[in-house]
């Protein structure tokens, strides 16, 4: 995909790493050295997505996910940064601020003079968005008043733009309404509280925000009141998209260390890539590493069409982030005893890579989401034809359990909506990776991932043992 825009920018991000991004001492000190931050504000990538009008370079999706991966190919806290500036963290306001909200915020925004950052998650409301406690109610001088406590919030130590998601009772019209709120940090009331400390992407900052009686001015409100709901789903594909991007990098520099790696080291008087065991690993691995790239450019190629955006970026949320962290998870093994010693990068790799599981959407939670998504939409046939197997047993699984759900056992269907979850995603996975395959390795990929995507579908939902014997047992403390 050669891109006369997107090319010498990659370029620039390549050489500019090169040169300055240390991600073992970024892991070690906790933090991006400023010059860092600076020279990415230089290169114009805190303005990638951002408009024109305002002082950004307005790239698609498509160009915007390829700067992305180039920078988690090289540290993905400073990807972690960068993308969550550009996704969660100014979509809302390019998607609906007003003239005078997107004139106040998005030229320091692009220019990188400003960081942004979202915060949603909660104490008690983290994959349950519905019990969101942070409040916003009018006040007499007809200000909204802010009380709450926000979690985990990724650039919260030096940004300066929260978006807060809060319950917005009755605004709008919407009795159990919630909205998205543009909320200056150095507001009175507002108390960022320290630096978290944590198993990975330490570079990357965390922080939480407690608000007590912030004045937010009714013009801070984005889009219209009481609508947040509907408008998280589309800042969350953004999110997504951009996080899916990250884990492709990921996946692209394990997958890099480990080839150079097997080639080199020498164990039984040959390379270890002539172990037939390892070849078939690697195989493996680069199928999954192009399963998700083409799955990434299928979902941003998506971009003006929300709702397949949505879709297709939930499948590789799940698909990208499993397929990085079992990519670095075998690097690290075919490194042996030094992928487990820090120096080399390896352990650094994995465990950055480990909270993309966790974050914007806990994959359990997606993939069950993924399995009721699919169960409520009219089924859709492939375009290509040596898909219809695969398309076939999805939907086999997809028209029993429809028929199941008419029946007593609709009660609690929960880990075969999960499963179906994941047949769908394997699914897009291998459909993305035919769609775009066109070299004899990449056609050989695809078929790869169509014959484990098949697996997958027609793998049974639940194990014949009585796991709610178990789980009894464990809770009760009576299994040793
Ligand atoms: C480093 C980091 C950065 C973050 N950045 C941000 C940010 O910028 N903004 C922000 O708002 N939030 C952020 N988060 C929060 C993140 O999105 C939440 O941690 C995530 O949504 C999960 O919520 P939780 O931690 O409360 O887990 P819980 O909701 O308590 O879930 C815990 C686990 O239970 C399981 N589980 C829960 N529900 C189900 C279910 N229905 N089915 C099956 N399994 C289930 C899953 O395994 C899940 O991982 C960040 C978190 C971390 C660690």
């Given amino acids: 995909m050669n891109d006369a825009v997107v090319e010498p920018l990659l370029e620039s991000?390549?050489?500019?790493?090169?040169?300055?991004?240390?991600?073992?001492?970024?892991?070690?000190?906790?933090?991006?050295?400023?010059?860092?931050?600076?020279?990415?504000?230089?290169?114009?990538?805190?303005?990638?997505?951002?408009?024109?009008?305002?002082?950004?370079?307005?790239?698609?999706?498509?160009?915007?996910?390829?700067?992305?991966?180039?920078?988690?190919?090289?540290?993905r806290s400073v990807a972690t940064t960068v993308g969550l500036h550009l996704g969660l963290g100014t979509r809302g306001l390019v998607a609906w601020g007003t003239r005078a909200q997107q004139e106040r915020w998005l030229p320091p925004l692009a220019s990188g003079e400003a960081i942004a950052a979202f915060a949603t998650t909660e104490p008690n409301a983290g994959s349950d968005l519905s019990a969101l406690q942070c409040l916003a109610q009018p006040a007499p001088d007809g200000t909204l008043q802010l009380f709450g406590t926000k979690l985990y919030v990724t650039n919260g130590g030096f940004a300066s733009l929260l978006t807060v998601t809060a319950s917005t009772p009755g605004m709008g019209g919407a009795e159990r309404g919630t909205s998205l709120l543009l909320i200056d940090p150095k507001t009175p009331g507002v108390a960022r509280q320290r630096e978290e400390r944590k198993l990975g992407l330490?570079?990357?900052?965390?922080?939480?925000?407690?608000?007590?009686?912030?004045?937010?001015?009714?013009d801070a409100v984005l889009g219209e009141p009481g609508q947040g709901a509907?408008?998280?789903?589309?800042?969350?594909?953004?999110?997504?998209?951009?996080?899916?991007?990250?884990?492709?990098?990921?996946a692209r520099a394990a997958l890099d260390a480990?080839?150079?790696?097997?080639?080199?080291?020498?164990?039984?008087?040959?390379a270890l890539v002539q172990q037939e065991v390892v070849q078939r690993a690697l195989a493996r691995a680069g199928a999954i590493a192009y399963g998700m790239e083409a799955l990434v450019r299928t979902a941003a190629a998506a971009e003006h069409d929300w709702d397949l955006l949505s879709r297709l970026t939930t499948s590789a949320k799940v698909f990208c982030s499993e397929g990085a962290f079992e990519l670095a998870d075998l690097s690290l093994q075919l490194h042996g005893g030094s992928g487990f010693i820090e120096d080399t990068g390896i352990a650094l790799l994995m465990r950055d890579a480990r909270v993309t599981r966790i974050f914007e959407g806990a994959n359990d939670v997606l993939l069950t989401h993924a399995g009721v998504l699919e169960l409520t939409q009219p089924a859709a046939v492939p375009t290509d034809a040596s898909l219809s197997g695969l398309?076939?047993?999805?939907?086999?699984?997809?028209?029993?359990?429809?028929?199941?759900?008419?029946?007593?056992?609709?009660?609690?269907?929960?880990?075969?909506?999960?499963?179906l979850g994941r047949a769908v995603i394997w699914r897009d996975?291998?459909?993305?990776?035919?769609?775009?395959?066109?070299?004899?390795?990449?056609?050989?990929?695809?078929?790869?991932?169509?014959?484990?995507?098949?697996?997958?579908?027609?793998?049974?939902?639940?194990?014949?043992?009585?796991?709610?014997?178990?789980?009894?047992?464990?809770?009760?403390?009576?299994?040793?």
């Fill in 13 to 75: 991000i390549r050489a500019f790493a090169r040169r300055h991004v240390r991600p073992l001492e970024i892991d070690q000190q906790h933090s991006i050295p400023r010059e860092v931050l600076w020279g990415l504000a230089e290169l114009g990538l805190f303005g990638a997505t951002l408009p024109r009008e305002w002082g950004g370079a307005g790239l698609s999706a498509l160009q915007t996910i390829r700067v992305v991966t180039a920078l988690a190919e090289v540290d």
């Fill in 202 to 218: 330490r570079g990357s900052s965390t922080t939480a925000f407690i608000f007590d009686q912030v004045a937010v001015p009714n």
């Fill in 230 to 250: 509907s408008y998280l789903a589309h800042v969350l594909s953004w999110g997504r998209l951009l996080l899916s991007a990250g884990c492709v990098g990921t």
């Fill in 258 to 270: 480990a080839l150079a790696h097997v080639h080199h080291r020498r164990q039984f008087h040959r």
């Fill in 391 to 419: 398309w076939s047993a999805v939907a086999l699984r997809r028209n029993v359990l429809q028929c199941e759900a008419k029946g007593v056992r609709a009660l609690n269907r929960r880990a075969a909506q999960h499963a």
């Fill in 429 to 480: 996975a291998a459909t993305a990776a035919t769609s775009l395959a066109r070299t004899p390795l990449e056609r050989a990929a695809a078929a790869l991932l169509c014959d484990e995507a098949l697996n997958v579908a027609m793998a049974p939902d639940l194990p014949a043992v009585p796991t709610h014997l178990i789980v009894a047992a464990l809770l009760e403390g009576v299994f040793p």
